[in-house]
């Protein structure tokens, strides 16, 4: 199968209905991975099959869980974005959705540059350094994927929220003993289970806001 036809096959039973141009950056975004990846070693992830299902797949799961209130003109931050993960995929699928990808490892940073550039991603902002330092109170919501556990997430990204705003922890099985350990004033709101196409494997989204 093709990159392409894996990547419609996917997005069919994520039941994500996206435009042509959205699907040819996708693909452009996972070419780009694999090219950038064999000399700077972004992910350890080498084969473009398995980007397309453990990297886009992964991070566009998300959607089907979201309710469209929480997407449309909202300012989304991703914290240790990486490669741009899951910031970049979104911010294809969701045109609407502003986001600012926050990492502090150069290479990678440059990477996410690159990619805004080359996928004329307009709704897309690249900032390096590190994610406490960033300014407080300029997001309605802040997304990681293997970023941290559950307290340190909040410990670290938990000012760069708005007033009424959440914390989305993309997780693997649930973490029982991270959620025992959330710090005073913090709550999970909502733990949602997420179907990755050709992923075996338990995946999770915790939403997390403050009481």
């Not at 931050?77 to 979104?90: E, M, N, R």
């Not at 150069?106 to 390096?128: C, H, M, P, S, W």
């Not at 025992?180 to 989204?205: E, F, I, K, M, T």
């Amino acid at each position: 199968m093709t990159l392409a036809a894996g990547l419609d096959a996917g997005l069919a039973a994520l039941g994500l209905d996206l435009p042509g141009d959205a699907r040819r950056k996708l693909l452009a975004y996972l070419g780009l991975l694999a090219k950038w990846n064999r000399t700077y070693n972004l992910t350890a992830i080498r084969d473009e099959n398995e980007m397309l299902t453990h990297h886009l797949l992964d991070s566009l799961a998300v959607l089907p869980v979201l309710e469209k209130s929480t997407l449309a003109g909202r300012r989304w931050v991703d914290v240790g974005s990486g490669a741009g993960l899951p910031g970049i995929p979104l911010a294809i699928a969701c045109p609407e959705l502003k986001l600012t990808l926050v990492d502090a490892v150069d290479k990678k940073t440059a990477f996410q540059r690159q990619a805004k550039i080359e996928l004329g991603l307009g709704n897309l902002e690249v900032a390096g350094g590190r994610v406490e330092d960033l300014p407080g109170g300029g997001f309605d919501a802040a997304i990681s994927r293997a970023f941290a556990d559950l307290a340190d997430f909040i410990r670290l990204a938990g000012h760069l929220l708005a007033a009424g705003g959440a914390l989305y922890a993309m997780k693997g099985l649930v973490p029982e003993e991270e959620i025992s350990r959330l710090p005073p004033g913090w709550n999970l709101v909502d733990c949602l289970p997420l179907q990755v196409p050709g992923l075996d494997a338990q995946r999770h989204l915790l939403v997390l806001e403050k009481a």
